[in-house]
């Protein structure tokens, strides 16, 4: 079965760049999206199709994906970006979720 | 602007079917641009697909609880449900429903919408 593999945790100071990675065999070849879910939240939809942001999105979050990696990558990242994140990608008709990346932002 | 509502049971027995029903309102479920989806979360771990199904019926499942699960459709009450038999401890999570908006080839589907999830806990 196909497996998407992501950093559990990852730390950064407010204003700075965080890159969330997404690992996956030939994971360039499928789009990819990325949930943020907020601690006793539902996930919500940051990133579709790679690289597309949905409305009411912020423009620091953006998606890039090529060769066995895609990244998530938030730019001025502030104390409400603190959340875990995951990546998703469709393997056939099966849906297949990384195992999540714990953002710290301190 | 769709809204999903998870509903159900929050305790069960091993060995006990889990029965949740997803309530879709703001659209239709009958909308040809969205598949319907049950994802589950563990207490304190990651996201688990469990599967999706089309309006008229068609359904995937994660093969590792194919065995397990049936998702059902009830257009005219505007609902999807799950269920899964022969629950253990290792079922008990939070359940969310999902719309799955896209067009075309599954590599465009997203998961555009979701519930606010319901936590089944398995204990005896």
């Known amino acids: 079965s196909y497996e998407l593999t992501q950093p559990p945790s990852l730390s950064v100071s407010p204003g700075q760049t965080a890159s969330i990675t997404c690992s996956g065999d030939?994971?360039?070849?499928?789009?990819v999206c990325w949930y943020q879910q907020r601690p006793g939240q539902s996930p919500v939809l940051v990133i579709c199709?790679?690289?597309k942001r949905p409305s009411g999105i912020r423009e620091r979050f953006s998606g890039s994906n090529s060769g066995n990696t895609a990244t998530l990558t938030i730019s001025g990242t502030q104390a409400m970006d603190e959340a875990d994140y995951y990546c998703?990608?469709?393997?056939?008709?099966?849906?297949?979720f990384g195992g999540g990346t714990k953002l710290t932002v301190l | 602007q769709l809204q999903l509502q998870e509903s159900g049971p929050g305790q069960l027995k091993p060995s006990e079917t889990l029965s949740l029903f997803c309530t879709v309102s703001?659209?239709?479920?009958?909308?040809?641009?969205?598949?319907w989806g049950w994802i589950r979360q563990p207490p304190g771990k990651g996201l688990e697909w469990i599967g999706s199904?089309?309006?008229?019926?068609?359904?995937y499942y994660n093969p590792s609880l194919k065995s397990r699960v049936t998702i059902s459709v009830d257009t005219s009450k505007n609902q999807f449900s799950l269920r899964l038999s022969s629950v253990t401890a290792a079922d008990t999570a939070v359940y969310y429903c999902?719309?799955?908006?896209?067009?075309?080839?599954?590599?465009?589907?997203?998961?555009?919408?979701w519930g606010q999830g319901t936590l089944v806990t398995v204990s005896s």
């Open positions: 999902a719309a799955i908006y896209g067009s075309g080839s599954w590599e465009g589907y997203y998961f555009d919408y």
């Open positions: 703001g659209g239709s479920i009958s909308s040809s641009s969205y598949y």
């Open positions: 199904i089309y309006y008229t019926g068609g359904t």
């Open positions: 030939k994971l360039g070849d499928k789009y």
């Open positions: 199709q790679d690289y």
């Open positions: 998703q990608a469709w393997d056939s008709s099966t849906v297949v």
